[in-house]
């Protein structure tokens, strides 16, 4: 098990079959950056085109088509102090009647602090006053390269992950990814200091990150669907449009989570989240939605195989 320090000179907007920039093994860790959405660096100077650039892809040694790859999110931090977001949410996330009384969209810009751990607005809004709000680092879009060959825009996302805005990829989550294409390739970008639930001004807090990560290769394990978890939870994901098809996704990826990992049966597992379970959403601004399918792990305790 290696630790790798890697310096990105160039940037992708799709996942896909690209060169890696660094071939690394099952065990090893990454220490790396990167942009934020608008393709601007630690220094706020722009440096590739805008539209979620991606660090990587990082070729993981024998990671092969079929197997799974558990990415760990040791770290993610902001690593500038100016952050921006937009102001106006998405139409299609009010009634229609509403969408000619929404105000014009703009952009703002917020002052982080990585110690104090806030987000702070630079022009306050006069009703608000001096809006700060918490720190909650976030990984927006990351994920593999899909099969087929295909090249898959980094504004949309799918089984081999992509930019789900989820607010709950964050430091200490493991995310499991079905592997598609030999070496995995690993990309990551698109840093949130802050975001609500389903991006719904099509923005988080739009920073450039430092960002650490640890890799592990899980032979004969079979994802349709990512899935992740941290101290509490175990996770599905389902990424489609409309919502309702995100939704079935990431609810019979659970249903299959609980049958191969903690060895239910079809009909335990049905009546386990019946009852218990838990739904998040994800990005619902983009081309494809997010909904994430949650379940306790005190829940499943004893039963994993």
């Known amino acids: 098990m290696s630790t790798h ?12 079959s690209h060169e890696p920039v660094l071939h690394i093994a099952d065990g090893d860790t990454v220490i790396t950056t990167t942009v934020d959405a608008f393709g601007k660096d ?3 100077q722009q440096v590739t085109e805008r539209g979620n650039p991606q660090t990587g892809p990082f070729f993981v040694a024998g990671a092969e088509p079929g197997d799974v790859l558990a990415v760990h999110l040791d770290r993610l931090m902001p690593n500038r102090r100016i952050g921006y977001s937009a102001t106006v949410v998405a139409p299609s996330v009010v009634d229609p009647e509403y969408v000619a009384e929404l105000p014009k969209k703009e952009m703002v810009e917020w002052q982080v602090d990585t110690v104090q751990r806030t987000a702070t607005l630079i022009k ?18 990351f994920g593999v390269a899909p099969a087929r060959g295909q090249a ?10 992509g930019n789900m805005d989820y607010r709950g990829f964050v430091a200490g989550v493991t995310v499991y990814f079905p592997v598609f294409v030999p ?10 200091a802050v975001q609500g639930d389903g991006e719904i001004v099509g923005t988080g807090i739009e920073i450039s990150f430092d960002a650490q990560f640890t890799v592990h290769v899980l032979k004969n394990r079979t994802n349709r669907w ?4 941290n101290e509490d939870d175990v996770f599905t994901v389902g990424n489609a449009r409309p919502l309702d098809q995100a939704l079935q996704h990431a609810t019979t990826e659970m249903l299959r989570l609980l049958q191969d990992d903690y060895g239910l049966d079809s009909l335990s597992a049905n009546l386990l989240i019946g009852q218990c379970v838990r739904y998040e959403v994800g990005n619902v601004f983009d081309p494809a939605y997010t909904m994430v399918c949650k379940l306790s792990k005190r829940l499943l305790e004893g039963l994993r195989r």
């Open 5 to 16: 320090h890697f310096e990105p000179t160039h940037y992708h907007m799709t996942l896909g």
């Open 152 to 161: 898959i825009s980094t504004a949309t996302s799918g089984e081999h992950g």
């Open 183 to 192: 070496g995995a390739l690993f990309f990551l970008g698109d840093g949130h």
């Open 42 to 44: 630690a220094r706020d």
């Open 226 to 229: 990512p899935r992740g978890e």
């Open 124 to 141: 306050p809004d006069s009703r608000l006053g001096k809006l700060t709000v918490p720190l909650a680092p976030m990984l927006g879009c």
